[in-house]
């Protein structure tokens, strides 16, 4: 089991840049596939990013490649989320989660433990 606290969300401007991170507890981070996801006013939860244990296989959704990158840093029980190109669009709640038996996991539902979220938000 796992216990996640996102930080570093914020107010920031278009075309500006924002790391979040999501520190996990315990000493059995190495053993979860982590994921980025997001959620805005109205709008259903979706996949952002996806990094397995190791850090060496990573996934993104259409909507944020090229722009966000996914890291981790196991000896920190720490994942990243560095978001640069931010867009209005980007706007929404930024919620990190765990995952313990799927390698590389796409959908929420395959995730056991969530975050509770930090707001980020893109003004034009």
């Known amino acids: 089991q ?4 996102e930080s570093g969300g914020g107010l920031v ?5 924002l790391r979040l991170s999501c520190a996990a507890s315990g000493r059995t981070f190495s053993n979860y596939a982590m994921g980025w996801f997001r959620q805005a006013p109205g709008k ?6 996806a990094i397995n244990r190791s850090g060496g296989n990573t996934y993104y959704a259409d909507s944020v490649k090229g722009r966000f990158t996914i890291s981790r840093d196991n000896a920190k029980n720490t994942v990243y989320l560095q978001m640069n190109s931010l867009k209005p669009e980007d706007t929404a709640v930024y919620y990190c989660a765990a995952q313990w038996t799927i390698l590389l996991p796409l959908r929420a ?16």
């Open 109 to 124: 539902r395959e995730y056991d433990y969530w975050g509770q979220g930090t707001q980020v938000t893109v003004s034009s």
């Open 44 to 49: 259903v939860r979706e996949f952002v990013a």
């Open 2 to 5: 796992v216990q996640l606290v």
């Open 13 to 17: 401007q278009a075309g500006g840049s």
